[in-house]
């Protein structure tokens, strides 16, 4: 068997197990969600969905792509370049946990002194001491082994996959208990600390190899900061690219407004979260694995942009016609408004296609690139969402959101044409892919308004 047979084995049997094992696990979280907003108001959605923005906004800013480097670097295997990683992963634990920590108490001073507009999430009680306790959760995270890091690196997606729903169904099971029991939001957050926990714990017991003894090589340090360089920068632009509307939406939106956006959103990152797991552990180990063995690059990236083309095209067009039934069909009359906004918002998906070009913009040492795309993202949601609002309110500003996602295609465009990456094989399955699923769409509205009648939002 050749190299690149072995690759593309080890590449479709990742991505089935990487592919099945999303879709479980979107299942499961879908379920828990329905479970949860009957025992939630909207307003806890949005508390809630507050404290992540905030959490991530920070694990991002302290994000120097380490996990990206043991993969990438041709050292990844290398037991130094390993134990620095640890390290250093471990400190970035460390500084994450002040920062959340620091940031609790500076929300706090403000909620006090009146700084926040009353009755907005910003000035809930209960805020700074939730943010507090996910502190907890960056320490843990922290702790992670760099062993799951090298399973990705080697393709080993069933041995991730393990892991991952494992910590997912732990996370699941005691956040249900502890709402049903107390009927509060605190639950959400002791969930997602057991599922910090259990993936630190089977990252050491359960994927095999020696465990990666913390240490310093200054080589290593080097090598891993100077890359990780691009990545920080990438990561606080990226944080606000991709999350951005939700800091704007809190100066328009109202708590109870927010949390159904946030049922919206969670809707479609439960879509999005299957491609971004095969971007991150399918497409990116396998561009690089091409450049590094000198493989058909540019065969190798035409099939990877069919595949996610295929994939985000017929879902956005499926979204935009009929995603409003996702929503009507779930949940009850008080969320029922975050139907128009899953078919604005499932537009995103095709806008996003072209991160098949950023993951081997990172595989060709070029983060530099992806920080610019997300400069334009962010850029173009500060702009565009007050002008959205301004002409539309609500829907306006969401519509801008989605705008906000096509900006990037010039630069990603001009990228593929300077490696001679362009062509029609890579360009041809979007807008066939689109088309069929607002087909589809269309026809399940046809066919699901002949037995229910439309859902008044």
């Not at 100066?251 to 479609?268: D, E, K, M, R, V």
């Not at 969402?385 to 002409?391: E, N, Q, R, S, V």
Request: charge should be positive.
């Amino acid at each position: 068997m050749t190299s690149e047979q072995t690759l593309k084995s080890r590449v479709i049997r990742t991505a089935i197990w990487m592919l099945g094992t999303n879709v479980f696990s979107q299942f499961l979280r879908l379920l828990s969600n329905l479970l949860l907003t009957r025992m939630l108001a909207p307003a806890a959605f949005g508390l809630m969905a507050t404290v992540s923005t905030i959490y991530f906004a920070l694990s991002m800013f302290s994000d120097l792509g380490v996990w990206q480097s043991v993969i990438k670097s041709p050292k990844g295997e290398d037991t130094d370049f390993l134990g620095t990683a640890q390290t250093i992963e471990f400190l970035r634990g460390l500084l994450l946990a002040g920062l959340v920590l620091l940031t609790a108490m500076g929300i706090y001073t403000a909620a006090q002194t009146g700084f926040f507009t009353a009755n907005t999430v910003y000035a809930n009680a209960r805020l700074p001491g939730m943010v507090a306790f996910v502190g907890a959760c960056a320490l843990l995270d922290g702790m992670v082994s760099m062993k799951l890091a090298l399973a990705q690196r080697r393709l080993h997606g069933d041995q991730v996959a393990k892991l991952e729903l494992a910590s997912q169904l732990a996370a699941v099971s005691v956040t249900i208990l502890i709402v049903w029991l107390t009927g509060s939001v605190w639950g959400l957050l002791w969930g997602w600390l057991v599922s910090s926990a259990t993936r630190v714990v089977l990252s050491y017991v359960y994927l095999p190899g020696v465990w990666c003894k913390p240490c310093w090589d200054v080589v290593s340090a080097h090598d891993i900061i100077h890359y990780g360089k691009w990545i920080f920068a990438s990561s606080i632009i990226g944080f606000l690219a991709d999350n951005g509307e939700k800091i704007i939406f809190g100066n328009y939106f109202s708590i109870g407004y927010f949390g159904i956006f946030s049922i919206a959103t969670a809707l479609l990152t439960a879509i999005a979260a299957i491609y971004s797991t095969l971007l991150g552990r399918v497409i990116f180990p396998s561009l690089s694995l091409a450049l590094n063995d000198s493989l058909g690059i540019v065969r190798a990236y035409a099939r990877a942009q069919q595949s996610a083309d295929l994939f985000v095209g017929i879902l956005a067009g499926g979204l935009l016609t009929a995603g409003q039934w996702v929503v009507w069909g779930l949940y009850d009359a008080r969320y029922h408004e975050a139907g128009w906004m899953l078919q604005v918002l499932g537009m995103c998906m095709l806008g996003l296609r072209y991160q098949v070009v950023e993951q081997l913009m990172f595989a060709m040492s070029r983060p530099d690139l992806v920080t610019v795309n997300n400069v334009i993202r962010a850029i173009g949601l500060v702009v565009f969402i007050p002008i959205g609002f301004y002409l539309g309110q609500e829907r306006g500003a969401i519509i801008a959101v989605v705008f906000a996602q096509f900006l990037t295609w010039p630069l990603c465009m001009y990228f593929k044409w300077k490696h001679g990456l362009f062509s029609f094989q890579s360009e041809a399955w979007w807008l066939p892919a689109f088309t069929l699923g607002l087909l589809a769409g269309y026809v399940l509205n046809l066919l699901i308004g002949r037995f229910i009648p439309q859902v008044p939002v």
